[in-house]
C-alpha cells in the first residue's frame, strides 16, 4: 500500500460535463483505432436530472481490483501512480469489475478482457468543457477548502468596511 | 464486412403484421448514390410508397436511418432521419433527430431500420447488438414518453439503453405527432409520430457494442482534431453554448421576423419577457449535449414552483415562437411547460402551436365560437386555456380532437372563410419565420419538401449577416444583394445550394449547426471527414451531384403526389400583406420572382414546377422517368 496522499487520477466534473462522450470516442480511438464507445477506458453516466458524470479509474492507493485479482494482472506503480493492468496477464475472469466501488474497470466487448484508464489523458485536451482534469485527493481538497473559505470573503469585506469607533 | 467505413453495413427489416425481422447487407450501391440518412430514406420510399398509400394504412413504409457520419467523431455528427408518406401533409414527410439514438443504432450493428405492416397489437422494438426481438407492448401504450423510458429500462434491466418512442399523440395519430428519443429530442414535423402509432410500434430500444470502421485510421486523429478546434474557434460557439436558439427570440424581434398573433406582425412586444436571455439567467439548468457536440445548444431547463413547475428538456426558438408569440402568449413560464407537455406527450411543437394560432385568430375573428370549443376561451395571449388545449389535443379530447388534424384539416371543417388563416404550406404550418422580413426563408419555405419547413434549404446566410461565407460559398459578385434579407435577388440561388447541401449533411448524418450556421463546414471539411471515414473517395462534384439527386428524387415523390408550382406557394397572407412594422414594414414576399429564378437553376419547368427529363437523366433518376411521363400527361 501506497503512503501519502497525492494520487492523481482522472476526474469528470458532473456541472461542466454536457454528456457529447467526445472523451468516449477519442479514448477508444486512441487506445484501439476503433470508434466504440464499449471499447473506451471511460464512460459517461447520464441520468436525470440534468447529471451528466463521466467515470474512470481513480488508481486507488490500495486498490481493491489488484487484491482480488487471481493472476496478479493489476498492480501498482508506485513510480508512476498508476495502476496497471498487464492485459496478457489478464483471464477475463471479472473479479475485478466485481470489487471496484466506481464501476471504472470492465470487460472489453471483443477480448473479454479487463479494461480500465491508464491516465495517458488524451480525452482531456479534447473535452469541449474543460470537465476532464487529472486531479489528487490532496488538490480537490485544497480546492474545496479554498472554494469554503472563499465564501467568507463579503462577510470579511463587511468587516473591513465597517466604521470603527 | 462491408465495403466502406463509416457504415454498420446492415439494414434492418421489420414487418409487423407477421412480427418477423430480417437483416440484410446494406447495398453498396445505395450508400455510394445516396450516402445513408434522408438520401436512403428518399430513394427506399419512393420505391416503395406512391400516391395510393394512405399514410396511416399499413401499406406506409416508415424508415429510420443514420448516415456514415453519424456516431463519429465528426461535430455534431448525432443525427438519425425518420420518413414516411406524411399523415399531414399527404406528401413526402421526413423528420430528423439528435440525440444518442441514432449513433447507438449504428453501434449496435444497423445504418437503418424498415419498418412495413401493422402490429396486431402495441409491440416494441428491442436490438441488443444485432440481436432483435419484437416485443409486447400492451402496458407501456397509453403512457407518455418519460413514463415508457422509465418503464422499458426498468424491465430490461438496462439504465444505459438508448430509446425512442412515441407518447399518447402518436397513439392517438394526431397528425402532427413526433417520434422522440432520449427524452427531449423530437423527430418533430410531418407527424411521424402518428405513422409510428399507426403501426402498433410504441418504441425501438437499442444497445451496441460494435465498431464504427474507420478507412483512414492514420490520419483520422489529427483532422478530427483539426475540424474540432475549427468547430470551437467560431465565435457563434460559444453564444450557442451559452444560449442554445432561444437568443434567436430578441434577435429575431429586431429583424422583425418573429410570427405574432398568427403572424399579424413579425414584433412582438413581451419578446424579451420570453427570450433567451431571461431564460439563461431564470430557468437554465444545464447545457446538454447530445452525442459528438460540441455546439451543446440542447438546454435542460427548470420552473421551480408555480401551476407551471416542471423539470426537463427546454425549448428551441421555433417552439417559444410558435407556442409563444404566434400565440401572444407572453407568460414564459407557460411556454416552458407547454413544450414538456409536448416532450412527454410526444407532439410538434411547430404544428401545434401554429395550429392553436390559427384557432385564436378565427376565435378572435368570430368564426369560431365557444360553441364549437366547448366554452373555452381561445383569445391569444390566454395561456390558461392553451394549456388545457395541449393537453386535449394530445388525447384528441373535444375541441382537440379537431385540432389534431392540424389547421388545415381544421380549416376545411370548419369553412366559414377560415381557411384564410391557416398559416402554412402544403397542409402544414409554418415554423418560426416570417418570409416578409428575410426573402430567402419565403422562397425555402415555399419550396421545401415536407411542406412548410425552414429547415430543408435552412437559408440563414443573409439571416444575420454571413457575408464571409456568401464570399466563400458563392463568390463576391452576389454581395452585397444576396447578404440583404429583404432584397429578393440571388435569393433563388441561395435556396437551391442550401438545398442541395442541407441534404447532404441530412444524408450524412451531420447537424445543421456547424454547417448552415454558423456556416463553418461547407463541402469541402465534410468531404475530407466522408473520404476519411468512408474511403469512398468522393469528389467533390460527386457530393454536390447526390445533394441535387436528393433533393430532385423528394420532388419526384410529390410530383407523383400531384404537387406543382402552384403548390410551391405561401399564405396570402404573407404574399399581399404588407408586414406592418419594424424592418420589413411595407414588404411581402416577392415570391413568383425569386421562383422563377429557383426553378431556372433547377432545370425544373417554369409554368408546372416539373423536373425535365434530361435532368433526371444526368442525376441517375431514370426510374423516375416513367412518373414524370405519366405527370405531364395528366396535365395536358
Known sequence: MRLGVDVPYLYGDPIKCTGCRICELYCAFCHEKALNPKKARLRVVRMEPAIDKPIACRQCADPPCAKVCPTEAITRNNKVDVVILNQSKCIGCGACVEACPFGAIWLHPESKKAIKCDLCQACIKRCPTNALSVVTSEKFANQKRLDLVNRLKPIMLERIQMPRE | MFKYGGYAGQILEVDLTRGKTLTKPLDKKLARGYLGGAGLCSRVLYDEVGPRTRPLGPENVLIIAAGPLTGTLFPQASRHVIAAKSPLTDIWGE?????????????????????????????????????????????LWGHDVYETDDMIKEELGDGMIKLLYIGQAGENLVRFAAVMNDLDRASARSG?????????????????????????????????????????????TQGRADYGTPSLVELMNEIGRLPTRNYETGVFEHAEEIGGKLIRRKYLVKPRADFACLQR????????????????????????????????????????????????????TCSCGGTIAWAMECFERGLITEKDTGGLDLSFGNHETMVEIVKMIAVRKGFGNLLAEGSYRAAQKIGRGAEKYFMGIKKQELAGQDGRAQKSMGLGNATAARGADHLYAFPVLDEVGFEKAIKERFGAKYLPEMGEKLNPKYKGLMVKECEDFAVVVESVGICKYGTMIPPTFYYKDVLRALNATTGMGLRERELRRIGERIVNLNRMFNVREGIRRKDDTLPERLLKEPSPEGPPKGHVVELDQMLDEYYKLRDWDLRTGLPI???????????????????????G
Open chain 2, 95 to 139: 423528420s430528423h433527430a439528435a440525440g444518442h439514438w441514432g449513433p447507438e443504432m449504428k453501434f449496435a450493428g444497423f445504418d437503418a431500420i424498415v419498418f412495413r405492416g401493422r402490429s396486431p397489437r402495441p409491440v416494441y422494438l428491442w436490438i441488443d447488438n444485432g440481436k432483435v426481438e419484437i416485443r409486447d407492448a400492451r402496458k
Open chain 2, 613 to 635: 427529363e434530361k435532368k433526371l437523366r444526368k442525376l441517375g433518376l431514370d426510374f423516375t422517368i416513367k412518373d414524370l411521363r405519366r405527370a405531364r400527361r395528366k396535365r
Open chain 2, 192 to 236: 411521424m409520430g402518428a405513422v409510428m402509432g399507426s403501426k402498433r410500434l410504441k418504441a425501438i430500444a437499442v444497445r451496441g457494442e460494435r465498431d464504427i470502421p474507420i478507412a483512414d485510421k492514420k490520419n483520422y486523429v489529427k483532422l478530427m482534431d483539426e475540424l474540432h478546434a475549427k468547430m470551437l474557434a467560431d465565435p457563434f
Open chain 2, 297 to 348: 445548444c440542447g438546454r435542460y431547463t427548470c420552473v421551480p414552483e408555480g401551476p407551471y413547475k416542471y423539470i426537463g428538456g427546454s425549448p428551441e426558438y421555433e417552439t417559444l415562437a410558435c407556442m409563444g408569440s404566434k400565440c401572444g402568449i407572453g407568460n414564459v413560464e407557460a411556454i416552458l411547460y407547454m413544450h414538456y407537455l409536448c416532450n412527454r406527450y410526444g407532439m410538434d
